[in-house]
């Protein structure tokens, strides 16, 4: 079940009217009722995966009381390594166990042994198995640091862990956060839910209208990039980060809205990331939820900022190559990870890591500054250069994306992907970049308009356009599911 499908809209009206028609004096029967929502809508890809899910929960709920009963390092620690052993065993098994036993084949085969990979398997990755396990894994590490007590409402846990809206694909919510509001009463707020419907109806149209309509082109590019030359390459990476943007930022925009109706707020998961001054502060505003776990759970327990300039560096690779790693089992993304640690370390060195921390570009007028506008397009022109990586299937296409656009760049002439009259794209990109540059503020205000009669004629002109680019021949589920 996929946020874009009549199904889900028909399950969304049916929970949210039990939830607060029927339910709405009982805290236990809405969490009840969420958590067989959230199982409900897992299930509808694949009821076996369900019993992971289970176990993770269970597992952690049990850890957290163990934690808590040892007041002695050693035993705390000892309980925590038990959720860290888990959770990454079962993502590494699902996740990684073929690419570690073909990279091992392909290590021989470097010195002229032939092994044959008779211990691949089969396995289905789990969709959201990365974000299901490093939420429950933040439980544990917030309580062993004693930031958290465990919670003994298993119900209410278990709701937690599988909250529908953000469970296959994010924000990684912390307890503190997502599991407080679970187990306090809610009341229905009407301009909550409005403001919910309006980010669901933002979230949809960057799926539709942004994501899903450049991604047969993007598909064409890149896989017949033999056949084109170095300026349609370009185009076809540009829109790429057009895409991902859109299918990503896009789901979480649902996901928020989508809680919202359900009297929860959600962590923002984006703040408009291609606005950014920096490498840094990219990281800052794209996929916070993720690099807010790396920061708190790996970054700063091994040192952070605090100790040498080395060993921060050290860390800093660190922690991007385990973000390379977690987005997939393949090198390309392991080389995405190390180059934008490579893009990082410049700007943390020169010690310009936090100082767009609390701003937005253009803070003191509506226009930015001629610096901050080529700060933006080295900003951007790194991050999609560095996609590349990330969306190729291998590291050698990788390369050979990258080769033919340098091979030939000085003599190229621009060649339209076949079938499609890429003026519309083109307004549909600069339109889209304006209208988020109008919003930059405020990521959770897509429609902030003094005047209701020109809020009704966005409304109008979104929905008209996800008509218009609506296609049912379209992979509609969201590029984050496979990670």
Do not use: C
Request: hydrophobic share 50%; aromatic share 22%.
């Amino acid at each position: 079940m996929v946020f874009n499908s009549l199904e889900f809209f028909i399950f969304l009206v049916f929970v949210f009217i039990l939830y607060w028609f029927v339910l709405k004096k009982t805290l236990k029967g809405q969490n009840v009722l969420l958590l067989i929502s959230s199982y409900v809508f897992y299930g509808w890809w694949d009821w076996r995966f369900l019993s992971l899910i289970l176990l993770s929960t269970a597992v952690d709920y049990f850890v957290g009381l163990a934690i808590d009963r040892h007041q002695e390092k050693k035993g705390r620690r000892r309980w925590l390594w038990v959720s860290v052993f888990f959770n990454v065993g079962l993502l590494g098994f699902f996740k990684y166990f073929n690419f570690f036993v073909d990279s091992w084949v392909d290590m021989f085969a470097m010195f002229g042994y032939n092994m044959k990979s008779t211990w691949t398997l089969q396995v289905l990755l789990p969709v959201g198995i990365s974000f299901y396990t490093f939420q429950t894994m933040s439980y544990s590490f917030d309580i062993y640091y004693k930031r958290l007590k465990p919670t003994t409402d298993f119900l209410s846990f278990a709701a937690f862990v599988s909250f529908f809206p953000q469970l296959v694909a994010g924000p990684i919510e912390r307890a503190s956060n997502l599991l407080s509001q679970i187990l306090n009463k809610r009341t229905f707020d009407y301009s909550q839910a409005v403001g919910g419907l309006k980010l669901i109806l933002w979230g949809l149209f960057k799926k539709i209208v942004i994501a899903d309509s450049l991604a047969p082109m993007v598909d064409d590019i890149f896989a017949n990039y033999s056949n084109y030359p170095a300026s349609t390459l370009i185009l076809g990476v540009t829109m790429f980060s057009f895409q991902v943007y859109g299918d990503f930022s896009g789901y979480s925009d649902i996901a928020i809205g989508t809680a919202k109706l359900f009297g929860i707020e959600l962590m923002s998961n984006f703040r408009f990331p291609h606005f950014s001054r920096n490498v840094a502060e990219y990281w800052q505003r794209w996929h916070v939820s993720l690099s807010t776990w790396f920061r708190h759970y790996i970054y700063i327990p091994l040192g952070g900022s605090r100790v040498s300039k080395l060993k921060s560096v050290r860390n800093i690779i660190i922690i991007f190559l385990v973000s390379g790693f977690w987005h997939g089992a393949n090198w390309t993304f392991i080389f995405w990870g190390a180059f934008h640690a490579v893009a990082f370390i410049p700007v943390f060195l020169m010690g310009r890591n936090t100082i767009y921390k609390n701003s937005v570009v253009g803070e003191n007028s509506f226009f930015p500054s001629l610096i901050e506008i080529g700060q933006l397009l080295l900003t951007f022109g790194i991050v999609t250069f560095s996609r590349i990586f990330f969306r190729s299937e291998s590291i050698t296409s990788a390369f050979g994306f990258i080769e033919h656009i340098f091979s030939n760049f000085s003599y190229a002439e621009y060649m339209n992907p076949q079938g499609y009259r890429m003026i519309d794209y083109y307004v549909l990109m600069v339109a889209f970049v304006l209208y988020e540059y109008r919003m930059r503020r405020d990521e959770r205000s897509p429609f902030k308009f003094k005047s209701k009669y020109l809020r009704f004629a966005v409304y109008t002109i979104i929905i008209l356009l996800m008509m218009l680019f609506y296609d049912d021949g379209v992979d509609r589920s969201f590029i984050y599911f496979q990670f």
